[in-house]
């Protein structure tokens, strides 16, 4: 008999002292760990819990363990462990799975979960060990890093050019849906390969053209050039191809960014635009030696009908004086349209534009006088307003926009002249109170021959406009205050 109450008391003494090591290793545990029965009541919990749930570990003893679980899960819980106890079939034995906690306070938190089975000598019913992770700031960080991928990829495929992302060596890491589409492939079918050897280079010589290109990106050079390449359809799109590198925060070259633009409409545009203006260019040498060819008899003619008109009465002197003035008239036609035929050779300088407009009313001021005109120039002073032009070719045009405001003004009036300096161009206004321009004639004013004066050309306006684009400006009809034709001559500033 009393050996076995010896042995009893061994076997207490081995069980406080396992039950004392089970607490201490609980306690050690730096995750939070709880056990529970086959019903899903707590039995033990560990002091982690306190600082991953906000419960001590006594108030969660006695507890279901759906108590730290939210919706569904809290619901759904006890209808898996009566699955399990019916079955033996579980999903979760053995296995490390995230799910979504709830904390005392009602926080969500997100939890990495694993649960193993335990049994114990002696008795037929297990106990389950949950060990528990808060995995919260890596979910959160997984998630943004989630969403920061979709977002990279819609605004990457829905770039309209070729885009793609290339590891230094050349490896084809990312593609863009416009790029896939060019050859109808899937990404599977392209990533992960050198980028020369995907079906966008087909031919031998773009593929050393490339590896050359990434070679020289590789060690930090910008690279760009143009280049065709098959179209799934059919045909050949032409593409500017450039490939740039990427530097880390290091300045250490990580990736690789290639990019193609469809330019086969430009290049298109182009080839249309070379033709169009090699036509126009031979319609233009053609009316410039029709022009000259012409003008050399207008001369000769003009000039023997002046020597007959003085051997003839003063009837006939007058006929003739009539076709001499008509015969000047066509002569005059003639050089104008040599002008507007031939290229213009500009010799360029800077040169005060205050100069410019003054020069042209010391010109015009007697011819403003006989007219009744006044000539108003209000900036003259503004010798600081530079402008970038050929001085002969501008003082044409401003004579011919002053003349014809003179011209305009029958009964007398103001003719204004104005600098409005800009950051890159300079305005020279033009404008008078006359009658104005008639809006029939307003769309087609800088066209060649039309005019509002019976004894014009209709050239005029036309070359001014052509001097003025030449010098990378404008002529166009503008608004101003005195309410009636306004002229504005846009010119470059000279070059810092």
Known sequence: MTERQELTETERLELEAGRAHFEAVLRGMLDPVVTIDSMGTIQDANESCHAVFGYAPDELIGQNIKLLMPEPYHSEHDGYLAHYRRTGVTGILNRI????????????????????????????VP?????????????????????????????????????????????????????????????????????????????????????DAIERAARGEFVRFETDHPRRQGGIVHIDFSIKPIRDEEGEITLLLPEGRDIT???????????????????????SLLAHEIKNPVTAINAALRAVAKQLGEDERAILEDLVERMRKVEKLMRRTLSLARPLELERAPCSAAELLQ????????????????LEFPDADREDVLVDVDRERIEEVLSNLVGNAIEALEEG????LEILP???????????????????????????????????????????????????????????????????????????
């Open 265 to 287: 409409e430009i290049k298109r545009a182009l080839q249309r635009e070379t033709a169009i203006m090699r036509s126009f260019a031979q319609i233009g040498e053609s009316a």
């Open 359 to 374: 020069s042209v009313v010391d010109l015009l001021r007697d011819k403003a006088r006989e007219s009744d005109v006044t």
């Open 97 to 124: 799975r995230e799910f979504p906690a709830v904390k005392k306070s009602g926080a969500p938190i997100w939890i990495e979960l694993s649960v193993s089975r335990i049994d114990v000598p002696g008795s037929d």
């Open 127 to 211: 106990v389950f060990c949950g060990s528990f992770r808060d995995v919260t700031a890596r979910k959160i960080a997984e998630d943004a890093l989630a969403e920061s991928e979709r977002r990279f990829h819609a605004i990457f495929d829905s770039e309209y050019q070729f885009v793609g992302l290339l590891k230094p060596d050349g490896v084809l890491i990312e593609a863009n849906r416009a790029s896939l589409d060019l050859l109808g492939a899937e990404r599977s079918e392209v990533v992960g390969r050198m980028f020369w050897d995907t079906p966008w280079w087909p031919a031998e010589e773009q593929k050393e053209q490339l590896r």
């Open 413 to 416: 009036g103001r003719v204004r």
């Open 422 to 496: 800009g950051t890159e161009h300079v305005l020279l206004r033009v404008q008078d109170d006359g009658p104005g321009i008639p809006a029939a004639i307003v769309e087609t004013l800088f066209k060649p021959y039309v005019s509002t004066k019976s004894q014009g050309t209709g050239l005029g306006l036309a070359i001014a406009r052509k001097i003025a684009e030449a010098h990378d400006g404008s002529l166009d009809l503008g608004s101003g205050f005195l309410g009636s034709a306004c002229f504005e001559l846009r010119l470059p500033r000279p070059r810092a």
